[in-house]
């Protein structure tokens, strides 16, 4: 099967009484504020109330008591900024979009690029994508370090063709600076109809930026491959989307069937998707141990596998790397943790945060980060990735040589654990 991969996947958490909630890419990030000034003309008294808009809805409301909003806080200074500006701005604004930009500023001032406030359009294609109705150019993004840069692209897609890599930064889109950039702003700006063309300004690592342009397409990929070479079966999952389970149990049924004795499981690049493929795929070899915690500010959720673990007991080893995100480490963290897999490769990307979708009234929605996820031992995922058992990094070289030294590493370990039963 088939499916559309968003530019930037997110993990919703199968819990109510928030069925929309959902697990975005989140590492540890610096707000930066820059301000550009101008020649200052002359000093001016604050408008009247009567500057005050006619068409925002209750204007003069205040806020409820339970709010306990801090003795420094006066909305009146607000009314006098909103009527600096509409009377003293060379120009027209419109009130409608100057009370959204400031709903979006109280929303910025959380300090995370993932809790954000969306109009009603905003809102309305956030769904959308959701439901896969849309097309791009087939790579995860997030931030890192207050960079914005590329998680991984999807095989077989534009991103990928065109060379984009994981860890690459992106600089600008179609010429305009990323600094500062949201997650979903950058996202909004990279997407568009099939056919029409992005250029993004990257650099990768200490090369100098360069311009890459890239033609949009409608992004499909199955999630789940397969093969059985020498006893050794080897499992790709590319993304945990809505085929995972169906592809990932026929994939185990198929090896076991063909007689192999350990597996390896890559998800190297792979930027995440559904917690509850998540779950189903580390059930294969936890069974019903805990696959992964939520840490709220006054909970602990867990999270158990369920079914047979037909996979238990078989020597397995995960590859991961920079762009192993999100479900990728969910996965990668449970077998771990108890064992049932020794991970090989580079250090994951550290995309561990959940978000709950909040519908308002006229359409418009607030997407705001309530708990990151941690690992069964209680490891955090967010900002700081997993560590591999046994680091081994592709170099420049092997990739030119088209050598994979890291599965490579993974056969010889699963051919020494089979030895040591014999």
Known sequence: MLWPMPDSAFLPRPRPPFPRALLALIVLFA?????????VVGRGEAPP????????????????ASLHLGKDVDFNQFWEVWGILKQRFYKPLDDKNLYDSAVKGLVAGAGDPYTLFMTPDEAKQFTDDLDGAFDGIGAEIGVKNGQLQIIAPLPDTPAMRAGLAAGDAILAIDKASTQGMSVD??????????????TLTVRHGKE?????????????VDSVTS????????????IFGPDTPSLFSKAVTDALAQGAKGVILDVRGNPG?????????????????????????NDDQTYDGHGPARLAGLPTVVLVDGGSASASEIVAGALQDDG??????????????????IDLSDGSAVKVTIAAWHTPKDRSINGTGITPDVVVALTDKDIHDKRDVQKEKAVAIIQAALAGKR
């Open 31 to 39: 707000v930066g504020l820059s301000f550009a000034s101008g020649m």
């Open 49 to 64: 109330a009567s500057a005050r808009p006619s068409d925002v809805a209750n204007q003069g409301a205040s806020a409820p």
């Open 185 to 198: 702003e950058a996202v909004s700006k990279i997407r568009g109809q099939a056919g029409t063309q992005v």
């Open 208 to 220: 100098a930026p360069k311009d890459v342009a890239i033609t949009r397409a409608t992004i499909t």
């Open 227 to 238: 093969n059985v070479d020498h006893g050794i079966a080897t499992i790709t999952i590319s």
């Open 273 to 297: 998707g559904l917690l509850t493929d998540a779950i189903d795929v580390a059930s294969a070899w936890v069974g019903d141990r805990t696959v992964v915690r939520e840490k709220g500010p």
């Open 340 to 357: 049932f897999a020794t991970l090989v490769g580079t250090q994951t990307f550290g995309k561990g945060s959940v978000q709950d979708l």
